[in-house]
């Protein structure tokens, strides 16, 4: 096989699997907002589907760097190494909070590890942070690499506004008085994100059914 489709097709089912696992994680965020999911089911959803992102986000953007000419390889090598910022910072909350406070909580001992928990302005909070900082920064180092025309124009418009709204999830972070209406600034997220990597995807679909 044809070592550019190999690159095409796990760029494209990776790009589907980040997309997917972050609507999941957006739906969870609404259902704990309006209070369908409590204690521990939401926390487990939020931060296993948050998780989920991780590998295919990176994939999906490595895939990305390989495919793109020589001389713009400068902006995917940057989004790259953004992208495993973002991967760092991520992990290591969601992996803590899984596999250490959850159970601590669930056992009665949420004392013992509160310095992990991720509360607002918390150690974990600002992981979380500072992961989705990177992670815009992944796509606004992507966008020299995108033409401006063809469809590679609308992944291009996808990635300027997921780096455009990435000021308004810092706000929500970082704001001193956190509250859900702050957290609805960060809502235009929501679409931003999962649209830049399904536009992404696409054009990775696009290039396998032009033959390669």
Known sequence: MN??????????????AAFGFTVAYCVVQLMQVVQITHFPIDEILIYST???????????MLAFHYVTPLEKKFWTHAAIIFAIMYAVFVTANYV?????VIPMKLRGEAEKV?????TPHSLFWDFDA???????LSTLAGIPALAKRGFQKWVRLSFI??????????FVYFYPNYSEKILALGYPWAITAPLSMLMLALMFRREINAGY
């Open 50 to 60: 948050s998780l989920g992102i991780v590998i295919p986000f990176i994939l999906e």
């Open 130 to 136: 500072l992961g989705y900082f990177f992670m815009g």
């Open 96 to 100: 803590v909070q899984l596999t250490t």
């Open 114 to 118: 509160r310095i992990l928990d991720q």
């Open 3 to 16: 070592i550019n489709r190999i690159v095409y097709k796990t760029g494209y089912f990776a790009g589907i």
């Open 161 to 170: 506004a997921n780096a455009l709204v990435t000021p308004l999830i810092m």
